[in-house]
């Protein structure tokens, strides 16, 4: 019986999904990017394929990769990996990418509890002979185990336990389009299938596929290439390819692929790329066949089933985090790369229900000399993950010298984000510092970008007394509202600036989404004072699935 469901099925900053079904546990997993994220290498569980729970995040320990906490270029960090299950254990090969050096370093973690952060392995170090990206994990049924990895498809044979990797061969470049990437292998009715992305993660780009009788090859392409795409046409949900194929517990095929909504002007899409789902058939010895991506689409989806275990998160669940004393941050909150966990503590004494953070020296967007670890980022966020979302935190801060801030942020990387702080700021008439509301866009990483003014506004004695609720909206699919009031008299709202959410689209974060988040920071001042947040909020409200549609969130 086919079930209508509506597309992105992971929304949010979700690209590059990888997925599989263990029939041991009759359960879907799947894996997306991380990039800077930390923890990263999210695992989500479902049992419809609907509704996604946060399982674990392999990345989890800043030992498991030191790389992650140097300093780097924004869009580096954890790429596209594979999610594979073999015999009670699971395996997530993935690559970690510096621009300091082209060297990918190809990681293997492993787990046989899938639903806890720390039974996740530290990586085996895989050798990297093609010296590239996107690897793929796949056992041959003589036990063998191959890895194929972009670009211009290499596949070499693999040892699981020390990373040993054979000479590889190459196999395959794709119909010609660029980018011949991200590579997943399957074997069916004697043939080696070879799915890959081509074209370039942007509107170009595409998922095609080959196959052969043997590993080596010769592969043949699928002559009704590209599998799926949406290259050249006018649909609201653009940049399509990326794929991987998987089978239900009944048979049925699916393809999941990464996608943007943006439709074809690609100009505004803060979520970045996320994950879609679509139908697939693949009929003995034939081709594969997918349906094009659409926000609403219907299949032979299961009844609806939450049974899931663990204390992750529900994908569209909102956020209510009052931080009480004895509990940890969420599993799908986020630093930008391993925090300086010194700056971070949840209901310190005196402060029950509250988060503190202590600020650091840099803001949001640091300077040249910024150490992630010594400095640290005074921020922690969740993934904006619907297109119209209502976030807000209430905020303690009573800063005492000059330039300390605390503050929320819409944060695509540390060049482009668009902040609401509270600020320590002399008075223009009496000189004394008076605690400002400021809004202010940093926009550096996208050149060209029209940017809004700076707006300050000295907060009124009267809101001084307590909490000031710091709240951001998004009432259009392009528009970010700020806005603040006291905590106790939230009727007295002042919005207090309004961007576009173009200027956290791109840029210096092509690969990447928005966060939405608080910080603190003292400015290069010198500052310490902590700031105490509480009463975190963050609603999902609608979903765009086609241009102008919208539906609500799950
Ligand atoms: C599967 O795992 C079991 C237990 O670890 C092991 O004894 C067996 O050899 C494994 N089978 C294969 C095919 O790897
Ligand atoms: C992997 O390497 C180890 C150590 O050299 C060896 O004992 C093992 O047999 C190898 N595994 C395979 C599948 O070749
Ligand atoms: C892929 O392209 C490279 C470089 O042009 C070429 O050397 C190689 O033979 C091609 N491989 C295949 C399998 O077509
Ligand atoms: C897409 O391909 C066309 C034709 O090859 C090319 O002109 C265009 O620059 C490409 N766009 C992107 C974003 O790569
Ligand atoms: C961040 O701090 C630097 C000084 O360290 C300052 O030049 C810059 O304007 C600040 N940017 C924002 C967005 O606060
Ligand atoms: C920004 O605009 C300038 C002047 O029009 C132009 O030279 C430059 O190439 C533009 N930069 C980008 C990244 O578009």
């Not at 030191?66 to 869009?75: A, D, K, R, V, Y």
């Not at 595409?206 to 043997?214: E, G, K, L, P």
């Not at 529900?314 to 630093?335: M, N, T």
Request: aromatic content about 12%; hydrophobic content about 35%.
């Amino acid at each position: 019986m086919a079930k209508s469901y509506t597309n992105p099925i992971l929304p949010g900053w979700n690209s590059d999904p990888s997925c599989t079904f263990v029939s041991e546990h009759n359960t879907f997993f799947c894996t997306t990017s991380s990039f800077l994220a930390f923890p990263g290498i999210p695992i989500y569980a479902s049992k419809d394929l609907t509704d996604w729970r946060l399982a674990s995040n392999a990345l989890n320990r800043p030992e498991q990769l030191p790389e992650l906490s140097f300093n780097g270029q924004q869009n580096e960090g954890i790429w596209a990996s594979t999610i594979r299950y073999r015999n009670g254990t699971f395996y997530l090969i993935t690559s970690y990418i510096s621009f300091a050096k082209w060297q990918p370093k190809l990681l293997l973690f492993t787990t046989t509890d899938p639903y806890d952060d720390s039974a996740w392995s530290d990586p085996v170090h895989v050798e990297n002979p093609a010296n590239d990206i996107d690897p793929d994990i796949f056992w041959d049924d003589d036990g063998k185990t191959y890895m194929s990895i972009a670009a211009g498809v290499y596949i070499s044979e693999i040892n699981t336990s020390t990373g040993a990797a054979t000479e590889p061969f190459r196999v395959w470049n794709g119909t010609g389009d660029r980018n011949p990437e991200g590579p997943h292998i399957y074997k069916k009715d004697g043939y080696y299938y070879l799915l890959i992305g081509e074209g370039g993660t942007e509107t170009n780009h595409s998922a095609t596929i080959a196959r052969s009788r043997d590993i080596r090859g010769p592969y043949e392409g699928d002559p009704n290439n590209p599998l799926l795409t949406a290259k050249d046409t006018d649909n609201y949900f653009q940049t399509v390819g990326h794929a991987d194929l998987f089978q239900d517990a009944k048979g049925n095929w699916w393809g999941v692929a990464l996608a943007t909504r943006s439709g074809p002007a690609w100009e505004v899409y803060p979520m970045g790329r996320e994950t879609v789902l679509v139908p697939a058939k693949w009929e003995e010895g034939q081709w594969p066949v997918l349906e094009p991506v659409r926000g609403r689409m219907s299949g032979p989806l299961l009844t609806k089933n939450k049974d899931i275990p663990g204390d992750g998160h529900w994908v569209d669940d909102p956020d209510i985090v009052d931080f009480p004393p004895g509990s940890v941050l969420p599993k799908h909150f986020a630093f930008w790369r391993p925090p300086k966990t010194s700056l971070f503590s949840i209901s310190p004494p005196g402060h029950p229900n509250t988060l503190r953070i202590s600020p650091s020296r840099v803001n949001l967007t640091a300077d040249a000399a910024f150490q992630p670890l010594v400095d640290g980022l005074a921020f922690v966020a969740r993934k904006q993950l619907a297109t119209l979302f209502d976030y807000s935190v209430d905020v303690s801060f009573n800063p005492k010298v000059a330039d300390e801030e605390a503050g929320i942020s819409v944060f695509l990387t540390q060049l482009q984000h668009i902040d609401l702080g509270i600020v320590n700021l002399p008075d223009k008439h009496t000189g004394n510092f008076v605690p400002t509301l400021r809004f202010r866009v940093e926009a550096s990483g996208k050149p060209n970008t029209t940017v809004p003014d700076t707006n300050l506004f000295p907060l009124p004695r009267s809101w001084l007394k307590g909490p000031i609720r710091l709240s951001v909206s998004a009432k259009k699919d392009d528009t970010y509202v700020f806005s603040a009031a006291p905590a106790s008299k939230p009727r007295e709202v002042k919005v207090v600036g309004e961007a576009s959410a173009g200027i956290v689209s791109g840029g210096s974060g092509p690969f990447t989404g928005t966060l939405v988040g608080a910080y603190a920071t003292s400015n290069g001042g010198e500052g310490t004072t902590p700031t105490y947040f509480s009463r975190w909020r963050y609603t999902a409200v609608a979903q765009e699935i086609e241009e102008g549609e919208f539906v609500h969130a799950r």
